[in-house]
T-cell receptor, first 112, second 113 residues
Framework: AQSVTQPDIHITVSEGASLELRCNYS??????LFWYVQSPGQGLQLLLK??????LVQGIKGFEAEFKRSQSSFNLRKPSVHWSDAAEYFC??????????FGTGTRLKVLA | DAMVIQNPRYQVTQFGKPVTLSCSQT?????MYWYQQKSSQAPKLLFH???????NEADTPDNFQSRRPNTSFCFLDIRSPGLGDAAMYLC????????????FGPGTRLTVL
């Protein structure tokens, strides 16, 4: 069965610092992987996705993620965090169907 | 702009009083979903439609029902809301292809008094 683990429930970084949010998945074949962001009281917005090809994926708002098959990971990174990046981040996996499994999320706090 | 719209954004109901949440889309997507999201938790899929085909998750309580009268609209009916049903309800759509993605509405925050 597919599963997604986001080991960090909360992360706090200073504005301008770099960011890495961890995501590990469990799936037998090559998964389809996604990162979504959710601001308070809002729906989820897609940041980026990986289906195949280049393992380093660029997304919106300056985010990128790297698929590492050997580590079953799809970590999200940003070189310099802005205060507006404070939100909850969800990693999700799909087997290529339209049903996703979401991780439990990582709440990001940004210090001025 | 094409989008997923949820009404109302905030809904207050009384314990046991039926409530209906609404979702509409201008994306013409085949798939529509309803998720329940409690505070600081992952969205939990309740059910989804592929066109008119309804797919219920095994652990979705019978108290939750859904209707999709046409491509554009999907409704979530909670027949007898309990205090534990207070949550954010998210509607999402998907074109249906393997390399497509889900698009989410802004959610409806349900409060049960």
């Amino acid at each position: 069965a597919q599963s997604v683990t986001q080991p960090d429930i909360h992360i706090t970084v200073s504005e301008g610092a770099s960011l890495e949010l961890r995501c590990n998945y469990s799936y037998g074949a090559t998964p389809y992987l996604f990162w979504y962001v959710q601001s308070p009281g809002q729906g989820l917005q897609l940041l980026l996705k990986y289906f195949s090809g280049d393992t380093l994926v660029q997304g919106i708002k300056g985010f990128e993620a790297e698929f590492k098959r050997s580590q079953s990971s799809f970590n999200l990174r940003k070189p310099s965090v802005h205060w507006s990046d404070a939100a909850e981040y969800f990693c999700a996996v799909s087997s290529g169907t339209y049903k996703y499994i979401f991780g439990t999320g990582t709440r990001l706090k940004v210090l001025a | 702009d094409a989008m997923v719209i949820q009404n109302p954004r905030y809904q207050v109901t009384q314990f046991g009083k039926p409530v209906t949440l609404s979702c509409s889309q201008t994306l013409n997507h085949n798939v529509m979903y309803w998720y329940q999201q409690k505070s600081s938790q992952a969205p939990k899929l309740l059910f989804h439609y592929y066109d008119k085909d309804f797919n219920n998750e095994a652990d979705t309580p019978d108290n939750f029902q859904s209707r999709r009268p046409n491509t554009s609209f999907c409704f979530l009916d909670i027949r007898s809301p309990g205090l534990g049903d207070a949550a954010m309800y998210l509607c999402a759509t998907h074109p249906g292809g393997s390399t497509d993605t889900q698009y989410f509405g802004p959610g409806t925050r349900l409060t049960v008094l």
